[in-house]
C-alpha cells in the first residue's frame, strides 16, 4: 500500500499526469516550476518524495523523464507505448534485397523492450518455423554488429540480400543456420556477412501495424 500525499503532492501528480496525456512525455523541472508558480528546488524536492512513495519513478538522476506508475508501481498505460520503423522487408527463406525505406511502424510495449534504436522487419518465407517465427511476422531487432553462437540474427549477405537466421561462427566461415528441416545450412567468408542485429522479439502478423 503506498503512502498518503499531501495536496501539493497530489496536485503536483495531477499535473505531471495532465501533461503527459497531453504533450506524450513528462515536462523538464523548469516547465513544471513555471506552470506551477513554484521554485525549481521545491519541484525536485516533491518528485522525490513522489518518488520515495512508489507514484513516480525517474529515468536518472539527472534524467528529465518520468514515468507516472500504477498501483502496481508500474509505468501507466500511456507512458509505456514506444513506436519503432518497420524497416522494409527481410526473408527468412531465400534472401531479398534489403530495403531501406520505412514501410510503416509498430507500436510496442516498452516494458518489454528495453533496448535503445530497436527497429522491425517483415518476415517472408517459412525457414525459421521451428523458432516460432513466421511468415508475415514482425521481428523485432536490436542493432548489433556481432553475435554470438545460436543468437537469431538480421544479416546482410554480401551486403545487399537480408536474411534471419540463427548464427554460427566457425574457425573458417560464418555459419547462418535455418529452423526448418527444409532448408539447408550455409556458410560464408567472414567478408560476406555483415551483422545487423539481433531479434529480441516477434509481433505476429499485422498486428500494432501503422
Not at 518528485?47 to 519513478?57: M, P, Q, S, T
Not at 520503423?85 to 531465400?94: K, N, R, S
Not at 527497429?119 to 508475415?136: T, V, W
Request: net charge positive.
Amino acid at each position: 500500500m503506498r503512502l498518503k500525499l499531501t495536496s501539493k503532492q497530489t496536485h503536483l501528480l495531477a499535473y505531471l499526469q495532465r501533461a503527459i496525456n497531453r504533450e506524450g512525455r513528462s515536462p523538464s523541472l523548469r516547465q513544471a516550476a513555471s506552470d506551477l508558480g513554484v521554485s525549481h528546488a521545491a519541484i525536485a524536492q516533491s518528485l522525490r518524495i513522489l518518488e520515495d512513495k512508489g507514484y513516480v519513478k525517474r529515468e536518472g538522476r539527472y534524467s528529465r523523464t518520468i514515468h507516472v506508475l500504477n498501483r502496481a508501481r508500474e509505468t501507466s498505460g500511456l507512458q509505456r507505448w514506444r513506436e519503432i520503423p518497420v524497416v522494409g522487408q527481410v526473408t527468412a527463406g531465400l534472401p531479398m534485397y534489403a530495403q531501406e525505406e520505412w514501410a510503416g511502424s509498430v507500436v510496442l510495449d516498452a516494458d518489454l523492450y528495453h533496448g535503445q534504436n530497436l527497429f522491425a522487419l517483415r518476415i517472408s518465407g517459412d525457414s525459421m518455423q521451428g523458432a516460432g517465427i513466421l511468415d508475415g511476422d514482425l521481428a523485432i531487432c536490436e542493432p548489433r554488429q556481432y553475435a554470438s553462437n545460436g543468437e537469431i540474427v538480421v544479416v546482410l549477405i554480401h551486403s545487399e540480400d537480408a536474411t534471419v537466421k540463427r548464427f554460427f561462427l566457425h574457425g573458417d566461415c560464418i555459419e547462418l543456420r535455418p529452423e526448418n528441416p527444409r532448408y539447408r545450412p550455409a556458410r560464408y567468408a567472414f567478408g560476406e556477412v555483415l551483422i545487423q542485429g539481433k531479434v529480441v522479439g516477434i509481433q505476429r502478423g499485422a498486428e500494432g501495424i501503422r
